[in-house]
C-alpha cells in the first residue's frame, strides 16, 4: 500500500483513519445538495450500504446523519427507543458508558450491565439481568467495543435478547464493513455506524440500518429536531436530500471510499486484511515483550490495546512523540485502572506498515533507553484471573 503522501503520517488510529489518495481527491469539488448528481450520489450510498446486510427476506432501509458517530448514535437512541421503553445497556467500555450517558440526557429509563475493561457480555449473562426484569424492552449493545479492542459476541447477545422477546440495537461504529453483520445470521432490529470507520471515508456522518417497521414506528418519539431519524428518513424518502446541509464532500469521499471497499472484495475481504495486520503487530509486540490488555479470543482486528511497560524510562508521551517522528500517529489508552496505549489496524495500512510499526515501536524504545516491554506483573496477573 503507498504512503498516505509526502510527509504525514500513519493514522493508527479508529478513525479519523489513513485514507486512499483517491478518497482524499474525490472531495477536491462542490456539489449542490439539491441537485440531481448529489441526490443520486445519496440514493447509492444508501443502497450500498444496505447491500452489506443482506437484507434480501426483511426490509430495512439505511438514513445517514450529519455529524459524528455519537450524532449517529443519539439519533437511533432517541428515535427508535419508545418513550416508555427501558433498555439494557451492555457495557465494556467508553462506549457502552457512552450510551448510558445518552440515555440519561434523553430521559429513558435503563439498566446498565457492567462488565468493566475486560470482559464481554456473555449470553447468559444477557438473559439472566432479562429474566430478573420483565420491564425491560430494548438490548444494546456495542459490537466492537473500541475503548479495549473487545470484540463483543454479538450472536450470543442477539439469541438472549430475542429469546426473552425483546429488541436490539447494535453500535457498530466500529466493525462494521469489516466485521459481517448479515441480518441473515444475526438478528437485530437496527445497527449504527459511520464514515470514517471501517469503510475508510473521511468524519462527517453516521447511519442507521434499521427494519423498516421500527423506522414507521418512531414518527413523534425523537426529544430533537435535527436527529430526528423518522423525519430524516421520510424527507429522504419523499425528495431524495437530506434535512438541513449534507456534508456534501465527505459524502463525495465515500462514494469514492465504498467503491474500493467493494473492489477489495467487500465484508470479507476487508476484514481478512484487518486480521492480518492485527496478527502481524500483535505477533511482533509480543517479540518486544509487550503483552495486550485482552486474551487473543477476545481480540478484535480493529484496534489492539496493550499495557504500558513497567520499565521505569516508559514515559507515554515521549514514546507516542517518538512514534510520531517516525511516521506513525499512536491512540493513547482509555482505561480506568491500568495504563495503556492503543495501535488502530484499520485504514490503508498492510502488514508490510504493520511490520514498519513494530520497528519504529523497537527504535522509540532504545531511544527512552528501555530495554524490556514487559507490562507491570500485577496488571498482567489480574488480567490472568479476570478473563479466564
Ligand atoms: C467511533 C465510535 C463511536 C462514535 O464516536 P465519534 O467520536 O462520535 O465519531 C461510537 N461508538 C463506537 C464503538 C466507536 O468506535
Not at 430524516?232 to 465527505?250: C, D, N
Not at 509486540?285 to 480493529?302: K, N
Request: a negative charge; charged letters at 20%.
Amino acid at each position: 500500500m503507498p504512503t498516505p503522501h509526502a510527509g504525514e503520517p500513519y493514522l493508527l488510529t479508529p478513525g479519523p483513519l489513513t485514507t486512499a489518495w483517491s478518497v482524499k481527491q474525490a472531495m477536491l469539488r462542490d456539489w449542490g445538495s439539491w441537485d440531481d448528481d448529489f441526490r443520486g450520489m445519496t440514493g447509492e450510498i444508501r443502497e450500498r450500504l444496505l447491500a452489506m446486510v443482506d437484507d434480501a427476506d426483511e426490509k430495512f432501509d439505511c438514513v445517514p446523519m450529519q455529524g459524528s458517530g455519537t450524532f449517529a448514535v443519539e439519533a437511533m437512541l432517541g428515535s427508535l427507543l419508545p418513550r416508555d421503553s427501558k433498555a439494557l445497556v451492555l457495557s465494556n467500555g467508553a462506549y457502552g458508558q457512552r450510551t448510558a450517558k445518552i440515555l440519561h440526557y434523553l430521559g429513558r429509563a435503563y439498566k446498565l450491565l457492567d462488565k468493566g475493561d475486560y470482559l464481554p457480555p456473555r449470553g447468559d449473562e444477557v438473559a439472566a439481568a432479562l429474566a430478573a426484569d420483565p420491564s425491560i424492552t430494548h438490548v444494546v449493545a456495542i459490537h466492537c467495543e473500541t475503548s479495549s479492542g473487545i470484540l463483543n459476541p454479538i450472536e450470543e447477545i442477539s439469541r438472549a435478547t430475542y429469546a426473552a422477546g425483546c429488541t436490539l440495537l447494535i453500535d457498530s461504529m466500529s466493525a462494521f464493513g469489516a466485521v459481517p453483520l448479515s441480518c441473515q445470521s444475526v438478528r437485530y432490529d437496527a445497527l449504527v455506524s459511520s464514515a470514517n470507520k471501517c469503510i475508510e471515508g473521511v468524519p462527517g456522518f453516521g447511519f442507521v440500518i434499521a427494519r423498516q417497521s421500527l423506522l414507521e414506528a418512531s414518527r413523534g418519539c425523537s426529544h430533537s429536531l435535527s436527529l430526528d431519524l423518522h423525519d430524516q428518513w421520510m424527507t429522504l424518502q419523499s425528495t431524495g436530500q437530506w434535512r438541513f446541509t449534507p456534508p456534501t464532500h465527505t459524502v463525495a469521499a465515500f462514494i469514492e471510499a465504498l467503491r474500493l471497499h467493494q473492489l477489495e472484495g467487500g465484508v470479507h475481504a476487508r476484514g481478512a486484511r484487518y486480521t492480518a495486520n492485527r496478527d502481524t503487530l500483535v505477533d511482533g509486540m509480543r517479540q518486544l515483550g509487550f503483552e495486550t490488555l485482552l486474551r487473543d479470543r477476545w481480540l478484535s482486528p480493529i484496534i489492539v490495546t496493550f499495557f504500558n511497560p513497567a520499565h521505569p524510562a516508559f514515559d507515554f508521551q515521549v514514546f507516542y512523540t517518538r512514534m510520531k517522528q517516525r511516521g506513525f500517529i499512536i491512540y493513547p489508552g482509555k482505561l480506568t485502572v491500568v495504563d495503556s496505549f492503543r495501535i488502530g489496524c484499520i485504514g490503508q495500512l498492510d502488514t508490510h506498515v504493520m511490520r514498519r510499526v513494530v520497528t519504529a515501536v523497537a527504535e522509540s524504545l532504545a531511544d527512552m533507553g528501555v530495554d524490556c516491554a514487559d507490562p507491570p506483573g500485577a496488571a498482567f496477573a489480574e488480567r490472568e484471573k479476570l478473563s479466564s
